[in-house]
């Protein structure tokens, strides 16, 4: 009888305030149902700063992020000093695939109201989203007695397991070199004093001893300096590239025929074009394990190819994470996966592809052969 009574109360409550109607909705997932509840609130001007959260969230569950986020903005505009419209916001730009700018609200939440559980939880997220796995282990880790318990379960496992495998994380990488676009050459060229590209070419001229013009894929592409350095000996340029902003700058060289967002894993492993000559400058140091790459490149290398690449230097001869969050390899570790992967090596030698605090770092410059 009691538990009738109780879900009498809940339906009561309900009928009687749209707020707590609105709630039970969203826990329902009744998203449409939300929007049109609370959107006429909202336009009558009765729409507070939980009528605005609330339908927030309704858009974002109904998958009108546009709309969701562009509420939620004009929510912190009217409420800045608010924690929870700090929060809304975040939860809106997160959902559209925004996570710095996510973050940034999420911290301004926690900054208002440090004891906001909901944010410290969307902040660990934000931070996974991004690929950032300890950042966001040290958010959930601070979390104590939060509901539901096995979401955050899942969270902190997904963490855990993005630490233990053997690459960087995709959404890292793209996020780190999204940001990095905006002066990657001049930093590049500069400071990090980046030679890959360079050393690549005159190894291609050794290893190739005078051939011919080259259909090329550039895998990692950047801005585009390898199909700068490239350029002389190509008939055809592709490139690939995790960060759709790097895509941009490289598309504006008006070097390449084809370029795409795409991770290279799972780009090598798919039916498409095969080419001469594969290059990855700088690239496979976000990756620990090179043997789905090297099989990848060997079934999308013409009989003959060439696949180039440099790589960071491994104090063993297995492959290890450096402290800068990109992956070493040992000579012998190369050698070996090359020829699992059906790939002669053609040529191997010490090279230092970039400086970092000015002091150059020990790698390899590597050409590998398609028999």
Same mark, same amino acid.
């Given at each position: 009888?009691?538990?009738?009574?109780?879900?009498?109360?809940?339906?009561?409550?309900?009928?009687?305030?749209?707020?707590?109607?609105?709630?039970?909705?969203?826990?329902?997932?009744?998203?449409?149902?939300?929007?049109?509840?609370?959107?006429?609130?909202?336009?009558?001007?009765?729409?507070?700063?939980?009528?605005?959260?609330?339908?927030?969230?309704?858009?974002?569950?109904?998958?009108?992020?546009?709309?969701?986020?562009?509420?939620?903005?004009?929510?912190?505009?009217?409420?800045?000093?608010? $924690?929870? #419209?700090?929060?809304? =916001? +975040?939860? *809106?730009? %997160?959902?559209? &695939?925004?996570?710095?700018? @996510?973050?940034? /609200? !999420?911290?301004?939440?926690?900054?208002?109201?440090?004891?906001? $559980?909901? #944010?410290?939880?969307? =902040? +660990?997220? *934000?931070? %996974?989203?991004? &690929?950032?796995?300890?950042? @966001?282990?040290? /958010? !959930?880790?601070?979390?104590?007695?939060?509901?539901?318990?096995?979401?955050?379960?899942?969270?902190?496992?997904?963490?855990?397991?993005?630490?233990?495998?053997?690459?960087?994380?995709?959404?890292?990488?793209?996020?780190?070199?999204?940001?990095?676009?905006?002066?990657?050459?001049?930093?590049?060229?500069?400071?990090?004093?980046?030679?890959?590209?360079?050393?690549?070419?005159?190894?291609?001229?050794?290893?190739?001893?005078?051939?011919?013009?080259?259909?090329?894929?550039?895998?990692?592409?950047?801005?585009?300096?390898?199909?700068?350095?490239?350029?002389?000996?190509?008939?055809?340029?592709?490139?690939?590239?995790?960060?759709?902003?790097?895509?941009?700058?490289?598309?504006?060289?008006?070097?390449?025929?084809?370029?795409?967002?795409?991770?290279?894993?799972?780009?090598?492993?798919?039916?498409?074009?095969?080419?001469?000559?594969?290059?990855?400058?700088?690239?496979?140091?976000?990756?620990?394990?090179?043997?789905?790459?090297?099989?990848?490149?060997?079934?999308?290398?013409?009989?003959?190819?060439?696949?180039?690449?440099?790589?960071?230097?491994?104090?063993?001869?297995?492959?290890?994470?450096?402290?800068?969050?990109?992956?070493?390899?040992?000579?012998?570790?190369?050698?070996?996966?090359?020829?699992?992967?059906?790939?002669?090596?053609?040529?191997?030698?010490?090279?230092?592809?970039?400086?970092?605090?000015?002091?150059?770092?020990?790698?390899?410059?590597?050409?590998?052969?398609?028999?």
């Amino acid at each position: 009888m009691s538990s009738f009574l109780t879900m009498a109360n809940v339906r009561l409550q309900a009928d009687q305030d749209p707020l707590f109607r609105g709630e039970v909705l969203l826990e329902e997932g009744r998203f449409g149902e939300v929007i049109e509840l609370l959107s006429p609130l909202l336009q009558a001007g009765r729409g507070g700063l939980l009528v605005r959260t609330l339908l927030t969230r309704g858009f974002l569950g109904a998958g009108q992020r546009e709309q969701g986020l562009a509420l939620a903005r004009d929510t912190a505009q009217l409420y800045p000093g608010a $924690a929870v #419209a700090s929060l809304s =916001l +975040g939860e *809106a730009l %997160l959902a559209c &695939g925004r996570p710095p700018l @996510a973050i940034a /609200e !999420f911290q301004r939440a926690l900054r208002s109201d440090p004891d906001l $559980a909901e #944010a410290r939880y969307m =902040l +660990g997220c *934000a931070w %996974l989203e991004a &690929g950032e796995a300890e950042r @966001a282990l040290r /958010e !959930f880790s601070s979390l104590h007695a939060y509901e539901p318990a096995d979401v955050l379960d899942r969270r902190i496992a997904e963490a855990n397991a993005m630490l233990q495998a053997p690459r960087a994380n995709s959404r890292y990488v793209q996020h780190l070199f999204d940001q990095f676009s905006v002066n990657y050459d001049e930093r590049m060229l500069g400071s990090l004093a980046y030679r890959a590209p360079d050393i690549l070419r005159d190894l291609y001229g050794f290893v190739a001893s005078g051939g011919g013009r080259a259909d090329i894929l550039d895998l990692g592409c950047g801005t585009g300096l390898v199909a700068a350095a490239f350029a002389d000996i190509a008939s055809r340029i592709d490139g690939i590239d995790l960060s759709p902003q790097m895509i941009v700058k490289a598309r504006a060289r008006g070097l390449y025929a084809d370029l795409a967002v795409a991770d290279l894993e799972s780009f090598l492993t798919s039916d498409g074009r095969t080419y001469d000559l594969i290059v990855a400058a700088d690239t496979l140091v976000y990756l620990g394990d090179l043997a789905p790459t090297l099989v990848g490149v060997r079934g999308r290398l013409k009989h003959g190819g060439f696949f180039l690449f440099t790589v960071e230097k491994a104090e063993g001869q297995g492959f290890e994470l450096g402290p800068k969050r990109r992956w070493r390899h040992g000579e012998e570790y190369l050698r070996t996966v090359a020829a699992n992967a059906g790939l002669d090596l053609a040529g191997l030698l010490a090279a230092s592809p970039r400086n970092e605090a000015g002091v150059p770092v020990d790698g390899f410059a590597v050409a590998l052969c398609a028999p």
